[in-house]
């Protein structure tokens, strides 16, 4: 796809890789929503990089429902949703694992995003046109010891975008998910502090170009998922 121009949504967009991959696109000449729901992260993110804001909560259908309204109404369109909002969960093993954490994890990573993708899939079909991209983690690839909510919700959110895979590609719709490994950001950090950058790990910045770069590729073609890892984070 054209970048130059295009009309983008990043969910969880005031930090990380929500916040590198709308300032890429938005350096690149795209027009960029972010959302987020700590309002004046949410703002300063948005004065900082160039983009607009929508304060919501992806877990809360009302949410879900204002954030399109308001992008109809301002933009008439939108040619790309990136689902990036996620949060981390308690590592706990199967004996102390808490149905609480379950919902509050699920609610976001897995609801979340399938009604963020709902909204959006409404526009593209009747538009003939669209990208979605799913932001998961390497955790979706593999489950691990302690991993049973976070791990299981980001191998749900890989089940879902298969499931749109082969649901909306007659209608010209590229959906796409981007497995990083571990990054430097403030995930699971409920302050939402960044975390100090690590000179072999992943920084924001290489999965936002992954994203930007899987979009850019012509719209004949589309990456169905792609895996970032640390060269050697070790």
């Known amino acids: 796809m054209t970048i130059k121009d295009s009309i983008f949504l990043v969910t969880g967009g005031s930090l990380g890789i929500g916040k590198a991959t709308a ?23 948005a004065e900082s990089i160039g983009a607009f804001p929508i304060q ?11 954030t399109y309204q308001i992008i109809l109404e301002k933009f008439g369109t939108l040619h790309c949703l990136i689902n ?9 093993d199967i004996t102390n ?17 399938a009604l963020m993708a709902r909204e959006a ?30 791990s299981s919700s980001k191998f749900a959110l890989k089940g879902m975008t298969q499931c749109w895979q082969a649901e909306l590609r007659k ?4 959906v796409m998910l981007i497995n990083p490994s571990e990054v430097t950001t403030a995930f699971n950090n409920p302050e939402g502090i960044e975390r100090a950058e690590e ?8 999965i936002a170009h992954s994203i930007v770069s899987a979009l850019e590729m012509d719209d004949r073609g589309f990456i169905p998922e792609l895996t970032v890892w640390a060269t050697n984070p070790f």
């Open 171 to 174: 209608y010209n719709v590229r």
């Open 56 to 66: 919501a909560d992806v877990s809360v259908e009302s949410d879900v429902l204002k």
């Open 121 to 150: 899939s409404k526009i593209f079909i009747k538009q003939n046109y669209g990208n979605i991209v799913n932001i998961s983690s390497t955790a979706g690839t593999k489950g691990f010891a302690y991993g049973t909510v976070y």
């Open 199 to 206: 000179p072999k790990k992943l920084r924001s910045i290489e």
């Open 23 to 45: 300032k890429l696109l938005v350096d690149k000449g795209g027009k960029v929503i972010i959302t987020g729901r700590n309002k004046k992260r949410l703002e300063d993110a």
């Open 84 to 92: 990036n909002a996620g949060i981390g969960s308690k590592w706990s």
């Open 97 to 113: 694992v808490d149905l609480d954490d379950f919902q509050k994890v699920y609610s976001v990573n897995v609801f979340g995003a």
